[in-house]
């Protein structure tokens, strides 16, 4: 079973920047489509980001110019460069197969962006 361990959360500004990770394990890691999607307090979850494993990308339109997904399959992991942030990016971050959900979630890492 794939365990997803995501970091890189914090406190930013509008218009700041911060870069989240997601490790995996799992043998099978380069070969599914991964996705970091986000829940805020009181909504669903949501995808915001996705890869395949050739490493094409597309985005929600509420992101979409602003965040970048990568990955790097030696390391196993996921990365979403977040951009110019806003107030309503704020919500708990989480990686996971796209556009199903497949693995467990990982514990995710919460972005709050605030003045």
């Known amino acids: 079973q794939v365990q997803l361990v995501e970091s890189g959360g914090g406190l930013v500004q509008p218009g700041g920047s911060l870069r989240l990770s997601c490790a995996a394990s799992?043998?099978?890691?380069?070969?599914?489509?991964m996705g970091w999607y986000r829940q805020a307090p009181g909504k669903q979850r949501e995808l915001v980001a996705r890869?395949?494993?050739?490493?094409?990308?597309d985005y929600s339109d509420s992101v979409k110019g602003r965040f970048t997904i990568s990955r790097d399959n030696a390391k196993m992991t996921v990365y979403l460069q977040m951009n110019t942030l806003k107030p309503e990016d704020t919500a708990a971050y989480y990686c996971?197969?796209?556009?199903?959900?497949?693995?467990?979630w990982g514990q995710g890492t919460q972005v709050t962006v605030s003045s």
């Open positions: 799992g043998s099978l890691f380069s070969t599914y489509t």
């Open positions: 996971n197969t796209a556009i199903t959900a497949i693995f467990d």
């Open positions: 890869i395949t494993r050739a490493g094409n990308t």
